[in-house]
């Protein structure tokens, strides 16, 4: 069975052309266009996300994260990428989802 990173899914989507459709949107996209909107989608692995605008700072993240891929800084939480082990605790313990995974693995 094929798998592949999916960020988003858009239903009944009318842009470009006749017809009503499901727009897929998958990770690792191999061109680089300048016009790109959805720059997300061009690194092919999930990733963690952080929406500082949500974050309450209560660090539950940083204490849940066993690998050390997080730490706080003076613009709220950084995230270490590479140290990152996709484990999700990080994303369990934040109480307002101010962290989260970028995409999911769909089959």
């Not at 989507?13 to 191999?30: W, Y």
């Not at 209560?58 to 891929?69: H, Q, R």
């Not at 990152?84 to 693995?105: E, H, L, M, N």
Request: hydrophobic residues 40%; positive net charge.
């Amino acid at each position: 069975m094929i798998t592949a990173n999916v960020f988003d899914i858009k239903r009944f989507s009318i842009n470009d052309g006749d017809g009503i459709r499901t727009t897929i949107f998958l990770k690792g996209c191999p061109l680089r266009c300048k016009w790109c909107q959805n720059p997300e989608g061009l690194i092919p692995e999930i990733q963690l996300w952080y929406a500082k605008n949500i974050c309450v700072a209560c660090k539950s993240c940083i204490a849940a994260c066993e690998a050390g891929a997080l730490n706080w800084d003076d613009r709220g939480i950084a995230i270490d990428q590479r140290a990152c082990t996709r484990c999700g605790k990080c994303v369990v313990a934040c109480p307002t989802g101010a962290i989260r995974f970028d995409a999911q693995s769909m089959s």
